[in-house]
């Protein structure tokens, strides 16, 4: 069964560093989904990504972050000069089309900043 | 943003029992998605709704796309141990998800 992948499983960097986090979406997929989950709270829409560009992007998704599609394959997440409430499990998705009906989500990376 | 308040917070319930669980939202909602979240895992996609009223089943599990388009309910019947985990509606194509509902079973 197709899978959405992601690397690493779990980063710790400190906090104003940057880190990359990666995503293999489904082959055949082309919208792309990055969401966060703070310990103990809900799935945070940040960004979603078609065609190579941003299509939407929640209030979260600041300067600070960015996107990129490096290649055919892999989907990064960028966050710059990292802070201690940038803490969370980063997740990302994909879908075939528009509909929502087969959005399937990656296992996470979790981010700890110190 | 768009608010989504899910009720119970939590439930723990006996192996057997059915389970019902409610998402309501502060605006309507074109689509409504439900999710479960094993601890240490990405959300799986259980049921999507597009059309208010509509009621839809996979297995154990409806699904029902309110009315007003302001809420969604979730029921799984005859739940199982491996039910547990914590459900989340999503609504909307900015995929908004709620506060989400902590199930435990009791065998």
């Known amino acids: 069964e197709p899978e959405v992948t992601q690397t690493p499983s779990h980063q710790v960097t400190q906090m104003g560093q940057e880190v990359i986090l990666r995503c293999v979406p489904i082959s055949n997929h082309l919208y792309f989904y990055w969401y966060r989950q703070i310990l103990g709270q809900k799935v945070e829409f940040l960004v979603s990504?078609?065609?190579?560009?941003?299509?939407?992007k929640s209030e979260i998704f600041d300067d600070q972050f960015s996107v990129e599609r490096p290649d055919g394959s892999n989907f990064t997440l960028k966050i710059r000069s990292t802070k201690l409430e940038d803490s969370a499990m980063y997740f990302c998705a994909s879908t075939h089309g528009t509909g929502l009906r087969e959005q399937y989500f990656g296992p996470g990376t979790r981010l700890t900043v110190t | 943003g768009q608010q989504l308040n899910q009720s119970p917070q939590s439930m723990f319930i006996q192996e057997g029992e059915d389970v019902s669980m409610n998402c309501t939202s502060s605006?309507?909602?074109?689509?409504w998605l439900w999710y479960k979240q094993d601890p240490g895992e990405g959300p799986v996609l259980l049921i999507a709704l597009y059309k208010a009223g509509e009621l839809t089943s996979n297995g154990r599990l409806t699904a029902q796309f309110g009315i007003t388009r302001k809420d969604s309910f979730l029921n799984i019947s005859a739940s199982i141990p491996s039910d547990v985990g914590i459900y989340f509606c999503a609504g909307d194509n900015q995929f908004y998800f709620g506060t989400g509902t902590s199930l435990t079973v009791i065998p």
């Open positions: 605006s309507i909602f074109n689509t």
């Open positions: 990504f078609y065609n190579n560009e941003i299509s939407e």
